[in-house]
């Protein structure tokens, strides 16, 4: 069995969100990205399919240029390769889940490529 907390030690940075690896399973990783209002993830796609939930706050969730506005609770998947982008409208905690073969570096990338 695997077990970690979504909510404990809780960091929002100043310069961009954070990201915490929870755990990893056989098949997939569990990312926590924490968000302080106003910060982005800029457009960009995996090679894997990912599942995004929004647990705790609001994010514009955009899709193919399409801005998708999820609150809290909300949960979707995407397909590989699909372009999308996230603004925290307040702050935020959101899980991804990545398969196995994804990297947690690529998202990092991601966060520093934002430049927030």
Do not use: C, W
């Not at 796609?45 to 193919?64: K, N, Q």
């Amino acid at each position: 069995m695997k077990q970690a907390s979504i909510i404990d030690n809780l960091v929002y940075k100043e310069t961009g969100p954070a990201i915490k690896v929870l755990f990893e399973s056989d098949t997939s990783k569990e990312v926590r990205i924490v968000f302080k209002a106003g910060q982005v993830m800029k457009e960009h796609h995996t090679s894997y399919p990912i599942t995004v939930e929004i647990f705790e706050g609001e994010i514009d969730f955009g899709v193919y240029g399409e801005v998708h506005h999820l609150n809290r609770g909300a949960l979707l998947s995407l397909a590989p390769k699909v372009p999308h982008d996230l603004k925290a409208k307040t702050d935020s905690i959101v899980r991804l889940t990545l398969a196995k073969g994804d990297l947690v570096q690529r998202v990092v990338g991601v966060v520093l490529d934002s430049d927030n």
